[in-house]
């Protein structure tokens, strides 16, 4: 079965810097999607970024880009020049190819510093 | 274009009833998919129904059941409810099965309290 997980349950940020989110999963599927969520406040879920398995070239979407390692199993999530808005928790997800069920880790809540 | 409706928003029912709850998708999406959200077990997948037949399920008991109907609409039940099942339910919709790795759009949810 695969999993995911998100070693960090908190993390905080200055405004205008970088900050890394962690995320880990384990698969023997070779054909699968991966995902980072952003739920706000409101609890409506939002796509921040999706990478394809098979590609090997990292995913950007303006200030947020991945570091994707397949061998690793690795899929971090970079934000860059963060803002206030940013603020939420993260989820990180795996979609299956196979089944198209999507597993999703635990977490992580970014607070941003003014 | 309207987004994802999930209705109703907030409800209270008490231990042993059943709830039914609906989500409309965004036109002409017809992949509509369930998870729960609680602060202990963390947001899983339920099942997701595309062309009113259902694709896959997540590791629910069979008090979880859902179904969709020929405009996409779909419902979710849940019998015999338990404490445990107080959850903030999501609903989201896609074009295609959520096998293609397509972007879905989920809904505000529907918080269930269990009493």
């Known amino acids: 079965a695969q999993t995911v997980t998100q070693s960090q349950p908190e993390m905080s940020v200055q405004e205008a810097e970088t900050v890394t989110l962690s995320c880990t999963y384990d698969t023997s599927e070779s054909d699968y999607y991966l995902f980072w969520y952003k739920q706000p406040p409101s609890r409506q879920m939002i796509l921040v970024i999706r990478?394809?398995?098979?590609?090997?070239q990292n995913a950007t979407e303006n200030r947020f880009s991945v570091n994707f390692q397949k061998a690793a199993k690795s899929f971090s999530l970079k934000i860059s020049d963060s803002q206030l808005g940013d603020a939420a928790m993260y989820f990180c997800?795996?979609?299956?190819?196979?089944?198209?069920?999507?597993?999703f880790g635990q977490g992580t809540t970014l607070q941003v510093k003014p | 274009k309207a987004g994802v409706t999930q209705t109703p928003r907030y409800l209270i029912k008490t231990r042993g009833q059943q709830v039914t709850l609906s989500c409309s998708p965004i036109s002409g999406h017809r992949s509509v998919s369930w998870y729960q959200q609680t602060p202990g077990q963390g947001l899983q997948f339920l099942f997701e129904y595309f062309s009113e037949t259902q694709r896959n399920k997540g590791n629910f008991p069979g008090r979880f059941s859902g179904r969709q109907f020929s405009n996409s609409r779909s419902e979710m039940n849940v019998s015999t409810l338990e404490l445990g099942d107080s959850a903030l339910y999501l609903c989201?919709?896609?074009?295609?099965?959520?096998?293609?790795?397509?972007?879905?759009?989920f809904g505000e949810g529907s918080w269930l309290t269990v009493v």
């Open positions: 990478q394809e398995a098979y590609k090997q």
């Open positions: 997800a795996y979609g299956s190819s196979n089944t198209g069920k999507l597993i």
């Open positions: 989201a919709s896609s074009l295609v099965p959520l096998s293609s790795g397509n972007t879905i759009y």
